[in-house]
């Protein structure tokens, strides 16, 4: 609060860490980002205004705060098609084998920044409204740059940004344990320009040609919760700009050098989405959980599709706040519905377990 009648709010925050958020392909030696730099502006009854660097209305996913959910990844959905990458400086166009063997066209790139991380620099208008005694109606505008964390601007990549939900709450809690049960849509539609040259990286040469292409994504879902049981569901659809993985550059094992791929026409699409249980056995200190999602990427693509699910499960326990231990143990499937070469790749991905602790001070 910047002011004694809570008119003006101001946020920032900054991550220090070198890591797969700021840096995720290794390229850089800066590792230092703000992720937060905001005032929200309160003067208006019913018409709250945000402006900076702050997280953009979009998937229930990418709006809750990481340290407070019991997971420790995201959704397959929400790591591919929401955690923006990007790559601006591409080689020429790729299919085929050079592309996984997809009929599309594909572009790689050494990656440019850091992860978008649920982030925009721009201008939001928003607010809750009371409809009646218990149900209340959010919703939320933005105009945003389209460039995530990193300090770019460009006019070539602006995004619009859109949010509504309706809301019961029940009387308790606050933040993630408000107890409540919420449903809401939401979309974003924006365009990102690839210059593209001749060749591949390392040896991308030529003059390097703009191409915009279409970023869209919509999605739905609802949450649920109250006497420590809660429930979560989304969808998510995708078009254009469909990231499809990190593909290694050099054939030296002892090199380790990334691009980011992209489907980028959007006629590309990619659907997907999760359904979360969770119950805490002993209220606010011991929870288990378990979670279904699911992705399929390249739908448009006989040669191109992959399938993905997991089924993760876990337990947690918290020892003050936000302070605690969690265990996850996800079970992995992929498939390549058209590509026999390409499932042979998936095969190999085994499940994954973890134990994660979560400090708070």
């Not at 939320?140 to 300090?151: E, K, Q, R």
């Amino acid at each position: 609060m910047a002011d004694d009648e809570n008119l003006v709010d101001y946020f920032v925050m900054t991550e220090f860490g070198n890591n797969g958020v700021t840096n995720p392909a290794g390229h850089s030696d800066k590792g230092t980002y703000l992720t937060d730099a905001s005032v929200t502006l309160k003067h208006v009854p019913g018409a709250k205004v945000r402006l900076g660097m702050f997280k953009y209305p979009g998937s229930e996913e990418g709006l809750q705060a990481v340290f407070v959910s019991p997971y420790m990844n995201f959704t397959t959905m929400t790591d591919q098609l929401l955690l923006e990458r990007s790559a601006s400086k591409v080689g020429a166009a790729q299919t085929g084998a050079a592309a996984g063997g997809a009929l599309t066209t594909h572009y790689a790139g050494t990656a440019s920044g850091p992860v978008g991380a649920f982030r925009d620099t721009g201008v939001q208008i928003f607010d809750t409204l009371d409809v009646s005694k218990d149900w209340k109606v959010s919703y939320a505008y933005m105009l945003g740059n389209g460039t995530g964390v990193s300090l770019e601007t460009s006019d070539k990549q602006r995004t619009h940004y859109g949010y509504l939900a309706l809301e019961e709450e029940f009387g308790a809690g606050r933040g993630y344990y408000t107890e409540s049960m919420k449903f809401y849509i939401w979309g974003m539609k924006g365009t990102r320009t690839l210059l593209s040259g001749t060749g591949q990286t390392p040896t991308i040469t030529g003059n390097l040609t703009p191409k915009e292409f279409d970023r869209n994504r919509y999605g739905l879902g609802m949450t649920y919760y109250r006497d420590g049981l809660r429930f979560e569901a989304e969808l998510t659809k995708a078009e254009g700009m469909i990231f499809t993985g990190a593909k290694d550059t050099s054939s030296d094992p002892a090199v380790v050098d990334w691009d980011f791929q992209f489907a980028a026409d959007k006629s590309n699409k990619a659907d997907g989405g999760y359904v979360n249980l969770q119950y805490e056995i002993v209220p606010k200190k011991f929870e288990v959980f378990g979670r279904y999602d699911w992705m399929s990427r390249l739908t448009n693509d006989e040669k191109g599709q992959r399938d993905f699910t997991t089924t993760t499960l876990g337990c947690s326990y918290r020892l003050k706040g936000s302070t605690r231990i969690d265990f996850n143990y996800a079970m992995r499937e992929a498939k390549a519905p058209g590509n026999s070469a390409a499932q042979l790749v998936l095969d190999n991905m085994g499940d994954r377990y973890g134990v994660m602790v979560t400090a708070e001070f």
